[in-house]
Each structure stands twice: as structure tokens, then as C-alpha cells.
């Protein structure tokens, strides 16, 4: 079970750190404005391919366990190593996170967009909505926290796994790049 565990924190964790660049990167005027002003054809690029990975994991840690005769990594497979008391509960857990996937249209994000092309989809050109992303990601989070404290392991805390500086540098060194190497004429 440990392997798991350690399998599926893993992609929770790569997905809070997905999502924690994206907001630094893409949440604040100031930054989108500065990055845009000489970099943007390049940071739209970068903004569709983090929000669609973002898309994809969040999916991919929530899809079914079984898919044809494939056996999915997913938080479904951490159930069957819980004692019955907490299983069902933690399997109510699951399937609140994949109401609101549902009602936030991830799935259907990844199934219609991403997975394939849907011929009546609209354009491939869809941005997340922050506040469905950050109440998925939460309700994630709850679920390992819950599942190790019915299982009597110690929680993992994101940052302790996360220690290395993010996209803030990124945003100031943009900042000082545009100021000292891109002067407008006046």
C-alpha cells in the first residue's frame, strides 16, 4: 500500500505545484501584462500546455480504477487497503471530488478537448476556472490527509516536498529584463 501511496502523492503533489506556478504565472494583472509586453506568443503556449496538464491530472488521479482490463494508479485504488470502517466513507470522499469535477466540466475537458477532438467542441482554447481547480485540489488534499489518518501514517506536507523557488524569480527576472533591456522610445 505504501508504494501507492507514495505513487499517487506524487502526482498530487506534481499537480499542487502545476497549479501553484500557474496562479504565480497567470492569477496577477501585473505579471500576465509584464509577460505578455515581450513574451507573449511564448507564455500563451506555456499558460494552454500547464492548464491542460493540470486538467489531465487532476483526471488522471480521479478516473476508474479499471478501464477495460487496464488496472488504473488511482485515489480509487487506495481503498481496497483500508478497513471496512473507514471504506466506505473514504469512497463518499472520492465521489464528492468527482461531483465537483463533474459540475467544474474537467472530465469532460479531458474527454472532449485533450483525450480527443469533439467534433462539436468549440475550440481547444478553454481555460480553467481557478475557483474549480482550487476546490478539486483541496478536496484532493483532504482525501490523503484522511486517508493516512485512518491508516495511522504521518501526512506529507506539500512543502516539505516542495523546495525549490518557484516562478516569482521568473516574474521578477522578466521584470528587471523588460526595465533594463527593453526601454519603450519615448
Not at 472520492?94 to 467544474?104: A, F, L, P, T
Not at 480553467?128 to 478539486?136: G, H, P, S
Request: hydrophobic share 35%; charged share 35%.
Amino acid at each position: 500500500m505504501n508504494d501507492l501511496l507514495e505513487k499517487l502523492e506524487e502526482d498530487f503533489f506534481y499537480l499542487k505545484q502545476l497549479w501553484e506556478e500557474y496562479k504565480k504565472l497567470f492569477s496577477n494583472k501585473e505579471s500576465i501584462e509584464e509577460i505578455n509586453k515581450y513574451f507573449g506568443q511564448c507564455f500563451q503556449v506555456f499558460r494552454l500546455a500547464i492548464n491542460n496538464e493540470i486538467i489531465i491530472t487532476i483526471n488522471r488521479l480521479l478516473d476508474n480504477e479499471k478501464s477495460g482490463k487496464n488496472k488504473n494508479l488511482v485515489l480509487e485504488s487506495l481503498i481496497s487497503h483500508i478497513d471496512d470502517e473507514n471504506r466506505e466513507f473514504l469512497k463518499e470522499k472520492i465521489n464528492e471530488i468527482r461531483e465537483v469535477r463533474k459540475i467544474c466540466k474537467l472530465k469532460e475537458l479531458r474527454d472532449k478537448r485533450l483525450a480527443h477532438r469533439d467534433v462539436k467542441q468549440d475550440s481547444v482554447f478553454i481555460l480553467i476556472n481557478y475557483d474549480c481547480i482550487e476546490e478539486v485540489i483541496i478536496m484532493i488534499e483532504e482525501f490523503f490527509k484522511l486517508f493516512r489518518e485512518k491508516t495511522k501514517l504521518d501526512y506529507l506536507e506539500y512543502s516539505e516536498y516542495i523546495t525549490a523557488p518557484g516562478c516569482e524569480n521568473l516574474i521578477e527576472a522578466i521584470k528587471f529584463f523588460n526595465k533594463n533591456y527593453f526601454k519603450e522610445d519615448s
